[in-house]
């Protein structure tokens, strides 16, 4: 089952380095990575094209960074999260902001929980590890019989 894992990045390049170097060192190598940029100022895209060889498939999506004090970063976030979201193309997706780090068995077992339960019985969102993954909802089985 393919995992579609999307970063959010905006700056801090050394904390997507470290996100980025966990995903390269994943067990289960049936994963994209869509890096969602919001505009870096810092060197975030070199940092992400460093590992087009290292994980299975790369993709960076940016667009300009758009934060306003009447917007603030929750719409920015979203926003860079459908961005991502739209280069998507596995089963599952899972969320990461660029800081988060992954124990080198996490996918593996996000795979074996979404492969081991019936899809219709799975709900549309499943917190693991305090971490979002979902479920595409054209994936689901028999909800349109």
Same mark, same amino acid.
């Given at each position: 089952m393919k995992i579609s894992v999307i970063v959010l990045s905006f700056n801090r390049r050394n904390h997507l380095d470290n996100c980025l170097r966990s995903l390269a060192n994943q067990i289960n190598q049936d994963f994209e990575v869509i890096v969602s940029d919001a505009g870096s100022t810092e060197d975030?895209? /070199?940092?992400? #094209?460093?590992?087009?060889? #290292?994980? +299975?498939?790369?993709t960076i999506a940016t667009h300009p960074h758009s934060y306003t004090a009447e917007g603030g970063g929750i719409h920015e976030c979203s926003k860079t999260a459908n961005i991502g979201l739209s280069y998507a193309t596995g089963q599952v997706i899972q969320f990461l902001q &660029? $800081? &988060?780090?992954?124990?080198? %068995? *996490?996918? =593996? &077992?996000?795979?074996?929980?979404? %492969?081991?339960? +019936? =899809?219709?019985?799975? +709900?549309?969102?499943? =917190?693991? =590890?305090?971490?979002?993954? *979902?479920? #595409? /909802? /054209?994936?689901? +089985?028999?909800?349109? $019989?």
């Open positions: 975030n895209i /070199e940092v992400a #094209k460093s590992y087009s060889r #290292k994980v +299975p498939s790369l &660029h $800081d &988060h780090i992954l124990s080198p %068995t *996490y996918l =593996m &077992h996000l795979s074996n929980i979404f %492969t081991l339960f +019936p =899809m219709n019985l799975v +709900p549309r969102g499943i =917190m693991l =590890m305090g971490l979002c993954s *979902y479920l #595409k /909802e /054209e994936t689901v +089985p028999g909800e349109a $019989d």
